[in-house]
């Protein structure tokens, strides 16, 4: 049978997940000649043969991917034959086959490889005696270990790595070129004779030289055992960047990383040592303990078990005072792996406010004041990267194990031109930033989401954003043609893009914060055509009327479409409804101490409520000026924040009886407190799956959220059924105004996208009450409903916009 010969061309991720030497093993179990090999944007395979052996060998190398891989496009082209079989004198002889070496291509680049937990392969590998990598601390394969934080360049090949610090030695020389091993071309491979050097940094002890032996590792290893076993706090570094961490049982270690961190009651994330140990502290549903052991061990948020915090605790009680709820994930490092036999606190190694300590000097120098000792190795870290953060299913942070794989950008129908390049620079909280290097035959191309980065107002995590951009445009090979940003004057993202523009002379967008929440969800969802109803709920957002919104309904794609009758395209919106507006004055002070925005919202409504119980009483003199100024209508701002009418709930249900000087210590504090007092109701009538049904759930007979005010103040229920009531009638108005804006609108598509939508028991009601009027509810699922996702909205808009001023 003659032969035939064919180029496959594969994108997607293939960098960094053993594509290359994945298909030479499955072209040795065929009889096919060739080559693969990638550059910059693509694996290239060519491959001859007889017509079913290579169809047969394509199949398999598609079916039988890499875990890690994932196959976003594929092209195919038929080529001339080449002379033949690769050794006609042998007619049993396997044919040949090669890896060739990497290329450079124009054109944007293949996609990064997220960092990934080390995989069971090697697990068994580091606990057994007998194998030569047997307790080694960085050990990883093509399956596994860091990918995006080593990563200085692609093509994705060890001298475009920090890993280029440590030459092969001759064993692992040899697994790199063997095709059938499994660190074939792994680029971060190591052992004990030529991997990174671990060492215990103790202040009044010498610092001791590094040793790469096994010995020398297990002792530094035991004697970091053995510091938190006394109660140290260790700032440890791993894959993406430090933490700081402790006993998570030893309330005196916990309250001392909260005294020296400045952080009194922010919750903090705690690492088992495995599953069962993570099942004894909080309840797993299949959902959540399926995310817990993926690859991506990201940090999933359950609730506390109820002896977790016992008599006989495993978990200190300040790990998450106030709360409900505990944030645990596994040991995802080799290191980790090793140092963890009980659970731990680990939070992100920085100073209050500041980016990801992610190098030895710097954490040395901005973590000296909190940790007692560091842990440290000399294997670099290029991209900083925090743990990704999920509460159920919903993404809160989407960082380490997911960032920076794309999101495809849906195309509506009738495609124009638009910016090529965009670089959306997200918010000013919870910032992440996202760059499209545009798509062929008309898509609308990937949204290449970046790392957590964190709060804006500081100047470490300012200048990390402005690296961060930097790398990933470059990586990406790509020259903005707009730049998008949120229309908050005041936010520090602004005023970078607004530098950058300048810089550049390329164009600039300004987007409404909710709409671009709203489009971020729609992108999710592929859909590129409206009408489409979104409640977009949160705390703060810049209005086009320059008031602060916040609980809004907007109606997306809202206009007549073409007179054939074609849906309305996403860039036109209207503000359909929002919650009732409120004087709002104080700023961020207000903010922090919700007491204030209390009076705020009981002077605008006229609320009988007892304000007298909710404000401190060292804050007299404090109340009596803002009512001057509520009065006097200085320095006032109207705002229709669902946030703020959340920690106007809290306060009055009794929230804030703990808080000094009746301030919060971190964001959204009173609405998660507020929260779990409101699932104390739910667990006390056993009524967690159909709450809203239930006879012994009163239901609220408020119509409007003023009088829902007026319910939450009456004493006839316990606080914590007036809070469940709060929340569900709360629901059921916003859903009937979603449902009214739908019909309105003649679209079953609507949705809910903020800050907001991270409330568990609203959302829920608001599910089971759109679904009683045949509605199904959009939620987010891939990107963070919150400000972390609110950058490919705004990437979304700039496509929008592109269409309309091309």
């Not at 195919?76 to 034959?81: F, G």
């Not at 042998?90 to 060739?100: N, Q, R, S, T, V």
């Not at 002792?219 to 006993?247: Q, S, W, Y």
């Not at 959340?646 to 919060?664: E, L, N, R």
């Given at each position: 049978m003659s032969e035939i010969r064919r180029e496959h061309l594969l994108r997607g991720v293939i960098q960094g997940v053993g594509f290359r030497p994945h298909v030479a093993a499955v072209a040795a179990r065929h009889r096919v000649s060739g080559f693969c090999g990638n550059d910059d944007r693509e694996v290239f395979i060519e491959v001859q043969g007889v017509p079913?052996?290579?169809?047969?060998?394509?199949?398999?190398?598609?079916?039988?991917?890499?875990?890690?891989?994932?196959?976003?496009?594929?092209?195919?082209?038929?080529?001339?034959?080449?002379?033949?079989?690769?050794?006609?004198?042998?007619?049993?002889?396997?044919?040949?086959?090669?890896?060739?070496?990497?290329?450079?291509?124009e054109g944007a680049p293949t996609l990064l490889p997220p960092d990934v937990a080390t995989c069971p392969d090697c697990l068994a590998e580091m606990r057994d005696p007998g194998n030569r990598r047997f307790g080694h601390p960085f050990i990883t394969c093509v399956n596994c270990g860091p990918r995006l934080t080593i990563i200085e360049d692609v093509p994705y090949d060890r001298p475009n790595t920090t890993m280029r610090e440590f030459p092969l030695c001759p064993a692992c020389a040899a697994e790199y070129s063997d095709p059938g091993d499994r660190r074939h071309h792994a680029q971060p491979i190591s052992c004990f004779d030529c991997g990174p050097r671990l060492w215990?940094?103790?202040?009044?002890?010498?610092?001791?030289?590094?040793?790469?032996?096994?010995?020398?590792?297990?002792?530094?290893?035991?004697?970091?055992?053995?510091?938190?076993?006394?109660?140290?706090?260790?700032?440890?570094?791993?894959?993406?960047?430090?933490?700081?961490?402790?006993?998570?049982?030893?309330?005196?270690?916990?309250?001392?990383?909260?005294?020296?961190?400045?952080?009194?009651?922010?919750?903090?994330?705690v690492m088992a040592p495995d599953a069962g140990a993570a099942q004894r502290l909080a309840e797993f549903g299949d959902t959540e303990l399926a995310l817990l052991t993926s690859p991506a061990h990201p940090i999933v948020i359950a609730p506390l078990r109820p002896d977790a915090t016992g008599s006989a605790p495993e978990l200190a009680p300040s790990v998450a005072p106030g709360l409900g709820d505990v944030g645990v994930m596994l040991p995802y490092s080799p290191l980790h792996e090793l140092l963890v036999d009980k659970p731990l606190v680990a939070t992100s190694g920085n100073p209050p406010g500041e980016a990801l300590c992610h190098?030895?000097?710097?954490?040395?120098?901005?973590?000296?004041?909190?940790?007692?000792?560091?842990?440290?190795?000399?294997?670099?870290?290029?991209?900083?990267?925090?743990?990704?953060?999920?509460?159920?299913a919903r993404p809160v942070r989407r960082s380490r194990g997911f960032a920076p794989l794309p999101l495809p950008l849906p195309s509506p129908r009738d495609d124009g031109p638009s910016p090529r390049h965009i670089l959306a620079v997200g918010g000013e909280l919870k910032n992440t930033f996202a760059v499209v290097d545009g798509g062929d035959d008309g898509d609308a191309g990937m949204a290449h989401v970046s790392p957590h980065i964190g709060d804006m107002r500081s100047a470490v995590t300012q200048a990390t954003f402005g690296e961060s951009v930097e790398r990933m445009l470059a990586m990406r090979r790509v020259a903005p043609d707009l730049v998008v940003h949120d229309l908050h004057p005041d936010y520090a993202t602004t005023a970078w893009a607004e530098r950058y523009w300048d810089e550049r002379g390329i164009q600039l967008l300004g987007v409404q914060h909710h709409y671009a929440h709203a489009l971020a969800l729609l992108a999710e969802h592929g859909i590129a055509e409206g009408p489409a109803v979104i409640a977009a709920l949160d705390g703060t957002g810049y209005g086009t009327d320059g008031t602060i919104w916040g609980g809004e309904i907007l109606t997306v794609g809202c206009d007549d479409g073409d007179e054939d009758g074609s849906r309305g395209d996403l860039w036109s919106w209207s503000r359909t409804w929002h919650v009732p507006a409120f004087a709002f004055a104080g700023g961020d002070r207000s903010v922090e101490r919700p007491?204030?925005?209390?009076?705020?919202?009981?002077?605008?409504?006229?609320?009988?409520?007892?304000?007298?119980?909710?404000?401190?009483?060292?804050?007299?003199?404090?109340?009596?000026?803002?009512?001057?100024?509520?009065?006097?209508?200085?320095?006032?701002?109207?705002?229709?924040?669902?946030?703020?009418?959340?920690?106007?709930?809290?306060?009055?249900?009794?929230?804030?009886?703990?808080?000094?000087?009746?301030?919060?210590?971190?964001?959204?504090?009173?609405?998660?407190?507020?929260?779990?007092?409101?699932?104390?109701?739910?667990?006390?009538?056993?009524?967690?799956?159909?709450?809203a049904a239930s006879p012994t759930v009163?239901?609220?007979?408020?119509?409007?959220?003023?009088?829902?005010?007026?319910?939450?103040?009456?004493?006839?229920?316990?606080?914590?059924?007036r809070a469940l009531r709060f929340h569900v009638g709360l629901a059921r108005i916003i859903g009937e105004r979603m449902a009214l804006a739908a019909e309105t609108a003649d679209t079953a598509i609507v949705g809910v996208t903020g800050g907001c939508a991270l409330n568990r028991i609203l959302m829920s009601a608001l599910r089971d009450d759109l679904a009683a009027r045949g509605l199904t509810l959009l939620e987010h699922r891939v990107v963070p409903a919150n400000d972390g996702g609110l950058a490919v909205g705004q990437a979304m808009a700039g496509l929008r916009a592109g269409r309309e001023t091309s």
């Open positions: 079913a052996e290579v169809d047969a060998f394509i199949t398999q190398v598609l079916g039988d991917a890499p875990p890690l891989a994932r196959i976003l496009g594929h092209e195919v082209r038929e080529l001339p034959v080449r002379g033949g079989r690769a050794d006609d004198s042998d007619a049993d002889a396997a044919p040949a086959f090669e890896i060739l070496e990497s290329r450079r291509a215990l940094e103790e202040p009044g002890a010498p610092t001791p030289e590094p040793d790469r032996s096994p010995e020398f590792m297990a002792a530094t290893i035991a004697r970091a055992r053995e510091l938190l076993d006394d109660g140290a706090i260790l700032a440890v570094k791993g894959i993406g960047g430090f933490h700081l961490m402790c006993d998570a049982a030893n309330e005196h270690a916990v309250a001392e990383l909260r005294r020296r961190k400045h952080r009194p009651a922010k919750p903090f994330a190098d030895n000097a710097s954490a040395r120098e901005r973590l000296a004041h909190i940790a007692d000792a560091f842990l440290l190795h000399d294997r670099g870290i290029h991209v900083p990267v925090e743990d990704s953060v999920f509460l159920g007491w204030r925005t209390a009076v705020c919202i009981a002077r605008s409504w006229g609320l009988d409520v007892p304000l007298d119980a909710v404000v401190p009483a060292e804050a007299t003199t404090e109340r009596a000026l803002l009512e001057s100024q509520l009065a006097a209508g200085v320095g006032v701002v109207k705002s229709t924040s669902l946030g703020r009418i959340f920690d106007t709930a809290a306060v009055i249900a009794g929230c804030g009886a703990k808080w000094d000087d009746g301030a919060v210590s971190y964001e959204a504090q009173a609405a998660m407190e507020f929260e779990h007092l409101a699932q104390t109701a739910l667990d006390e009538m056993d009524a967690k799956s159909d709450f009163p239901t609220s007979t408020a119509t409007t959220i003023p009088e829902l005010f007026q319910e939450l103040a009456h004493p006839e229920y316990s606080s914590s059924v």
